[in-house]
């Protein structure tokens, strides 16, 4: 399949990997660009720059195929050395950023300095438009349904995107409850040129995660998530567990005078626990309600191949067959 998307970044298939936090390492990285898709490191999950090259260089053993490395700018309790990132990242001739969190707009001269394409993920039409002014590529346009940071406007894909393709000239992507071919053609239906999946890649069996990670997003239904954080407008949708029973606990008892602190222990250093100890427990970790869709563990080219042969299936034989039967019974009447 060719869209606007394969073309700019280089790829066989219009499907990219979301950045993930401790999950965008190497392996899965690597493993979906060498099945056509663009693979996306979490440049955050290394704790220095220099760590972040040196698991670039990792993914460049793995993969001669294009990636992209992921820069989050989100309210986070440490300040990230964003520019020494960025010229990490430069120097090792990654050439597309996923931007995500707050606008880039201060790094954008450095980014393109590199040559580096840039997709910034938002999740309005506002930021999406803003995004284009300030010159990123394309946008990664992420719906209410999505895993991790939805926004504060509660706006599902079904409108969502429609409205993204309404406003916008850059090519963007569907995010957020993607899983499947259907995800996949009903994006470009309503108007994106490819799709990012989070949640879904965690099923693989490349995601570098632990066993129990993947067995709870297989045993949970679409509706075992939750939101978290909105009294802070730092809204994140999460997995349900006791972690995040007791953060919901403290937000009713806090209500709008809650604070970061009050829920520190159970959203900060969390990460590690889940995604390698597998502690289901531990507290908030993002995930998507698309989880409801996910019922296999396949290795990530399956998965791939998968969508794009049941995508070709939807279009030419179940879409087409619809307008077939159509003119049949039209000539029928006639
Ligand atoms: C476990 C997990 C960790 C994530 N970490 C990040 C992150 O560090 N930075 C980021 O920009 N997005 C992050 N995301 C969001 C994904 O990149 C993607 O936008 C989102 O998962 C799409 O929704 P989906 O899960 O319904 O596919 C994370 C998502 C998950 C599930």
Known sequence: MKTRITDLFGIAHPIIQGGMHFVGLAELASA???????????????RTPELLAKEIARCQEMTDKPFGVNLTFLPTFANPPYPEYIAAIAEAGVKVVET????????????????????????????????????????SVDGFECGGHPG?????????????AEELSIPFVASGGMA?????????????????????????KEAPVHDNVKQAILKAT???????????????????????????????????????????????????KVMV????D??????????GLIHDIPTVRE????????????????????????????????
């Open 180 to 204: 499947d071919a259907r995800s996949l053609v009903a994006a470009l239906a309503l108007g994106a040129e490819g799709m990012n999946m989070g949640t879904r890649f965690i099923a693989t």
């Open 303 to 334: 998965l791939i191949d998968r969508i794009m042969a049941e995508a070709d299936r939807l279009v030419h034989q179940r879409l087409a067959s619809l307008y077939a039967y159509r003119r049949t019974t039209l000539l029928e009447r006639a």
């Open 277 to 280: 100890n597998g502690d289901m």
């Open 222 to 272: 679409e509706l075992d998530t939750s939101l978290i954080m909105r009294p802070l407008r730092n809204t994140e949708r999460v997995l349900n567990n006791m972690g995040v029973s007791r953060i919901r606990e403290i937000e009713q008892d806090k209500g709008v005078a809650l604070t970061i602190d009050d829920i520190h222990d159970l959203v900060a250093g969390v990460y590690p």
């Open 152 to 164: 504060e406007d509660d706006v599902p894909n079904m409108i969502l995107l429609p409205r993204a």
């Open 282 to 291: 531990a507290g908030a970790w993002s995930c998507g309600m698309v989880a």
């Open 32 to 46: 979906v660009s060498n099945a056509g898709g663009l693979g996306m490191i979490t440049g955050l999950t290394q």
């Open 100 to 139: 995500a969190g707050r606008s880039p707009e201060e790094h954008m001269s450095g980014l393109k300095a590199a040559g580096i394409k840039v997709i910034h993920k938002c999740t309005s039409v506002r930021h999406a438009l803003k995004a284009e002014a300030i010159g990123c590529d394309a946008v």
